[in-house]
């Protein structure tokens, strides 16, 4: 490991307090060695290609810094490193930029001219050190995978980041630089996969080859951390899925056992609630990828309970009171923009529901929801969103009873009626259309009014219907259309 470049030297973190303060930027020069002098007075005859550190003293305004500047350049000195970090006097720095001789000062002289020799002759004791203080991080630093990046990134005095399969951010802050000055080690070819990875600064060798070995030591355990934490978040998952599962299937009211664990989720069942759905393909691993979600409603302001729920997510929002038309308007904006956030990387098809009140409401809402993102799948130029109050609970309905979920349902109610004497479908569709006029329906379909009660009567007796309930009205008025539409 052949010499330092000053500007990679300059970013390394034993550098930190150098200031820069004449010569210009440092390029693309190198340093091959390290002479120090204790003083202005100091010979650089033999400082060819070195930095030469005046550790003690270097008084600004003494001329004879002047003449060492001179014979330095003269000599071939790479930089001179100068004790104390106040500025030049303007003749002095004047001349280090005409004779294009860089500058620095630091108030610790010694100790960075010490730094930048152990860089320089001594990088297999700089990669013992740092893999040393590595395995003790990682033996001791608690928490979970992020705050054992944040750990690593203490003990290495350089960014650090666990990125995913795709060079995504998963742990870390701002951004990984391009090669060269990123460093990756992959963290296996089994999931969850992803790569650990650390900024360095370009041209000193002995942190590259020690920030190296550091990773391939702090592998092992962000694998061990992160394998981990995916047993807790799946566990979790879980939880919160068979949770949603049995307060959408109790009915009302919710039995008090089922309240308190709601409670101690940190959920409230009372209140007014509106359910969004989002659906994504089922290569989608949603316990995975829920974090994303979270931050996506988080940036887009939108407090809401995010459940893993087959392909995706449900999530509702509550408020304490009824919300208003501005709040509504204001709720919808913000799920439209999460899922607008998602677009790069989880493109998904949203809908939300009505506000209902308590928790009926909330699995009358959630329905509504889950609808409007089947519905949304299919709307491209809405940008696979749909809100049910914007669309019309009308247009969802009819739509719903287009799907291929609903036409199966459909044709096992209506099976009793097939291949029976009198065309008992069509009778029961015209039938419901006419708001249950006996009239109106034997003049569409052109017979008798007794011939119409009789077949109604026999419709009742082979469906055990009754026709005067408004939800198995309406139940069986969707499922004549949906048949109708397919016939």
Do not use: K, Y
Not at 320 to 336: K, M, Y
Not at 420 to 439: H, V
């Amino acid at each position: 490991m052949n010499g330092l470049e000053l500007a990679g030297l300059l970013a390394h973190p034993d550098w930190a307090a150098v200031l820069p303060l004449a010569g210009g930027a440092p390029g693309a020069a190198r340093i091959e060695s390290v002479v120090t002098t204790a003083d202005v007075h100091g010979d650089p005859a033999a400082a060819g290609g070195a930095l030469l550190a005046v550790v003690v003293s270097a008084p600004r305004d003494d001329w004879h810094l002047d003449v060492l500047l001179r014979r330095a350049v003269a000599a071939g000195v790479a930089a001179v490193l100068l004790a104390g970090a106040e500025p030049l006097q303007p003749a002095t720095r004047l001349l280090a930029e005409r004779i294009g001789l860089p500058v620095f000062g630091a108030d610790d002289a010694l100790a960075a001219a010490l730094a930048a020799a152990r860089l320089l002759h001594e990088s297999d004791r700089v990669i013992a050190a740092l893999v040393t203080r590595t395995a003790a991080a990682c033996a001791t630093a608690s928490g979970g995978v992020d705050a054992l990046v944040a750990e690593l990134a203490r003990t290495w005095r350089h960014p650090v980041w666990l990125l995913d399969p795709a060079g995504s951010v998963v742990a870390g802050t701002g951004e990984p630089p391009e090669e060269p000055a990123l460093l990756e080690v992959p963290l296996g070819p089994e999931p969850p996969g992803g790569r650990l990875a650390a900024a360095v600064p370009v041209g000193v060798p002995a942190e590259t080859a020690a920030v190296r070995a550091a990773l391939g030591v702090a592998a092992g355990t962000v694998r061990q951390r992160m394998a981990e934490q995916r047993l807790t978040v799946e566990r979790d998952a879980r939880l919160r899925t068979a949770l949603l599962s049995e307060i959408l299937q109790a009915g009302d009211p919710v039995p008090a056992a089922l309240r308190r664990r709601a409670l101690d989720a940190g959920w409230s069942l009372d209140g007014w609630h509106i359910g969004i759905r989002m659906d994504v393909p089922p290569s989608v691993d949603a316990v995975a990828a829920r974090e994303r979600v979270l931050r996506a409603m988080e940036s887009a302001r939108l407090r809401a309970v995010v459940v893993e729920l087959g392909s995706g997510w449900s999530a509702w929002t509550t408020f304490a009171h009824e919300p208003g038309a501005t709040e509504l308007q204001q709720h919808a904006t913000a799920a439209r923009r999460a899922q607008w956030l998602l677009r790069t990387s989880l493109p998904t098809s949203t809908g939300v529901g009505r506000v209902h009140r308590d928790a009926a409401g909330l699995a009358r809402s959630l329905g509504e929801a889950g609808d409007a993102a089947r519905l949304a799948a299919e709307r491209s130029a809405s940008g696979r969103f749909v809100h049910v109050d914007r669309l019309g609970l009308g247009a969802l309905l009819l739509a719903w009873t287009r799907t291929d979920t609903f036409l199966p349902a459909a044709r096992s109610m209506l099976e009793p009626l097939q291949g029976r004497p009198g065309d008992l479908i069509r009778t029961l569709t015209t039938f419901l259309d006419a708001e249950s006029s006996l009239t109106e329906t034997a003049a569409v379909l052109g017979v008798h009014r007794n011939t119409v009660a009789t077949r109604v009567d026999r419709i009742r007796d082979l469906l055990g219907i009754d026709l005067g309930d408004p939800d198995e009205r309406l139940a069986v008025h969707l499922a004549c259309r949906s048949v109708s539409f397919h016939s």
